[in-house]
């Protein structure tokens, strides 16, 4: 089930061009198996394109892509039956109930009854939707859908599942609740997980890697705390004070890797190459001083700050990067 | 009320109309699609009926008869002479529905022109299609007039007036109608079951099968190890059991309306049900191939009315084959449709058995297999 080198997917200067626009453009990396491998990308970066390729959906312009060790264009059907799929629309039929959807898909990769029989309860049961196992998917909320069709993409066993925007368009609840299955997932199936986000936080919490997609191109591939550190952005102390003498922000300014402080409404938001440093500075500082500190917090280096230091924007859609920040004109 | 915010859903509306050429197309196109097909579909001049001649006299006064008929043939070419030996063996066309009258020239034709005694015709017909009947039967009743303008002693020259009078040695034409006299509805009623099997497969071959695609519903069984021509047969197969369904009920309910005899004849059923399945798997795959590689919604449904004119008035559902003008005849020589309707026509009104619907069945079978093998070849498994 694995690449010759051991790995669960090779993807090696993989091209994608429609007419004369470059999808994706020779990308290379390799996902570990076992691992959850995040892409991470706005909208139009080429994430959906990529996972097309990959799950044999879109044949590749050049370039090869190897997954469970079938090479995707030559063998496209040893691909299908290693993978589950679950793409970004959500593909399954609202007509049919949650059992029947499962069924269906379980015969479309030659179950046989008593592996049906056994499995569909299981799994069902594992995404919580035991009680709504005969009822119509098309009153399903876009959460419990979700869930069904992740179960669904796990009814043959696959090795390897790809999850194309699990959680687009999902409320705060279903999100953690997808959060969960796929650590779960993970944890108890072994399986290898490929997902595709624009969302920071699900990247930062889900992944072991990450892969920085922007206009067809990697950009990083990393641990999200590598990452992080490769960016050689200040980490953020926001500190409140009372009684602050006149040349307190002066003072601030020597303390050890601050690079400047700037003070707002009486919060003072000091930039520094070391958070806890500069606190524990800023702490004997004042207890020396009399100065008393109402409130201190730091902010560290956020997935956003990566995003930023490689790409040169903010995670945003392509479509509104050219609108202007500042809207106060429009409320006038 | 602000006259602004209804121009403001004038322009929208408008605008939506003008991006959409499909839509636009076939507001258009279907009104004059439906007056050109409609204007020469329905009541045109009856041309090449096949009748069979049994010509047992075999004499000067019998070739007379036969020319006379070649005449017609060669000028306003109502019909088509096919000569038969035995009349056996022209019933047996005739019920099958191959020949549509027979003209029997019984072997004592010419004694009793001679002996003047009353020379008889028999002119034996198919009375399914009130149509074609009275153009046939108007034209034999024109020859026999002629025929007994030139066999009158006492009028030489002269045209007679209807109703001729029955005197020696008149030829006296007598019509023998094969079956109980056919109301429109039961006419009708081919049509309608044949167009029931077509709204099904427009319905779940087309519209259904391009909503599934747009809702993206179908990616999630691309992903699978399914190959194309398992999911293009399956949804064939789906296709026309949903057909058979449709067309079962329809037969059922519109032969109880219309009124027609021994509906419930066992043997009947199952040849119809063979003609629904072969009309269904037909329909279905013809409007797969149609559809394999359209994913704009709009399209199936805007181009539904220009299709069901396009295959339903030129079947002969409503009006025979043999009145169109010849552009029509050709499409409804590959029109599904013409084929079904003759078969349920056959089955239903004549009860010809499998003699009758064998040929349509063989052209339904061999049609679906070419649409299929080009929808697989078309189908595109990847997005």
């Given at each position: 089930m694995n690449t010759s080198n051991g790995n669960a997917i090779e993807v090696t200067k993989l091209k994608k061009q429609f007419g004369d626009f470059v999808a994706v453009k020779e990308v290379s990396f390799t996902v570990r198996t076992g691992e959850i491998f995040g892409l991470l990308g706005p909208n139009g970066a080429g994430k959906t394109t990529l996972i097309r390729m990959m799950t044999t959906l879109t044949p590749p312009t050049s370039g090869l892509a190897e997954v469970g060790g079938y090479d995707v264009v030559a063998n496209a059907n040893g691909v299908r039956h290693a993978i589950g799929v679950i793409p970004q629309a959500l593909t399954s039929d609202p007509e049919l109930t949650a059992r029947e959807n499962m069924s269906i898909h379980a015969k479309l990769y030659g179950l046989t009854a008593a592996q049906r029989e056994q499995l569909i309860p299981q799994l069902l049961e594992s995404v919580g939707l035991t009680e709504f196992?005969?009822?119509?998917?098309?009153?399903?909320s876009g959460g419990m859908r979700r869930r069904l069709e992740i179960a669904r993409g796990l009814v043959h066993s696959p090795k390897i599942m790809f999850l194309d925007?699990?959680?687009?368009?999902?409320?705060p609840v279903s999100r953690t609740a997808v959060w969960e299955m796929i650590t779960k997932l993970k944890e108890s199936a072994g399986l290898t997980i490929l997902l595709t986000t624009h969302y920071m936080d699900e990247a930062d919490k889900l992944c072991d890697r990450i892969a920085i997609v922007d206009h067809g191109n990697l950009v990083a591939l990393d641990t999200p705390a590598k990452l992080k550190d490769s960016v050689p952005s200040a980490d953020i102390v926001e500190a409140e004070f009372d009684h602050a003498p006149a040349d307190w922000n002066a003072t601030l300014q020597k303390l050890t890797g601050v690079s400047s402080v700037a003070e707002h409404e009486g919060i003072r938001h000091i930039s520094t190459t070391s958070g806890p440093v500069t606190v524990r500075e800023l702490m004997d500082l004042a207890r020396d001083r009399g100065v008393n500190v109402r409130r201190v917090s730091v902010q560290g280096t956020t997935l956003d700050d990566v995003f930023l230091f490689y790409t040169g924007r903010q995670l945003r859609d392509e479509a509104s990067e050219s609108v202007k920040r500042d809207v106060s004109h429009l409320y006038k | 009320m602000k006259f602004q915010r209804i121009f403001a859903i004038i322009e929208r509306d408008m605008r939506k109309f003008l991006r959409s050429p499909a839509l636009m197309m076939s507001s258009m196109i279907f009104p004059l699609m439906q007056l050109i097909v409609l204007g020469y579909a329905f009541g045109g001049k009856i041309k090449g009926i096949k009748i069979a001649v049994v010509d047992e006299d075999r004499t000067v006064y019998s070739r007379d008869l036969r020319e006379r008929l070649g005449a017609i043939v060669a000028g306003p070419d109502t019909m088509r002479v096919e000569n038969y030996n035995s009349i056996s063996d022209a019933i047996v066309d005739l019920r099958s529905g191959f020949v549509r009258a027979i003209v029997y020239i019984p072997v004592d034709y010419s004694r009793r022109v001679d002996q003047g005694n009353r020379p008889r015709i028999a002119f034996i017909e198919d009375n399914t299609d009130n149509f074609v009947t009275s153009e046939i039967f108007g034209r034999m009743q024109d020859l026999v007039k002629d025929i007994n303008q030139g066999l009158n002693p006492f009028q030489p020259g002269q045209r007679l007036t209807v109703p001729l009078p029955r005197l020696n040695p008149l030829v006296d034409l007598q019509v023998v109608e094969l079956y109980p006299y056919i109301e429109y509805i039961k006419y009708l009623l081919s049509g309608s079951i044949a167009m029931s099997v077509f709204i099904v497969a427009m319905i779940g071959g087309g519209i259904t099968f391009i909503d599934d695609k747009s809702r993206g519903l179908h990616e999630g069984y691309l992903?699978?190890?399914?190959t194309k021509t398992e999911l293009i047969l399956g949804l064939i197969f789906s296709g026309a059991i949903k057909g058979l369904m449709a067309g079962t009920t329809i037969t059922v309910i519109g032969g109880l309306i219309a009124g027609i005899d021994h509906l419930w004849d066992p043997a009947r059923l199952a040849y119809l049900m063979i003609v629904l399945a072969t009309t269904s798997v037909a329909m279905i795959s013809f409007m797969f191939l149609l559809m394999v590689r359209v994913s704009d919604p709009l399209v199936p449904r805007a181009i539904f009315g220009v299709l069901n004119t396009l295959l339903y008035f030129p079947s002969g559902a409503i009006y025979p084959v043999e009145g169109f003008p010849a552009w029509l005849r050709s499409i409804s020589y590959i029109d599904p449709f013409t084929y079904a309707v003759h078969a349920l026509k056959a089955l239903l009104l004549k009860n010809t058995g499998f003699s009758g619907i064998y040929s349509d069945i063989l052209i339904l079978s061999g049609f679906s297999l070419v649409l299929v093998c080009l929808s697989v070849a078309f189908f595109k498994r990847q997005i």
């Open positions: 196992a005969d009822k119509l998917v098309g009153s399903f925007e699990p959680t687009t368009g999902l409320d | 992903v699978t190890p399914i």
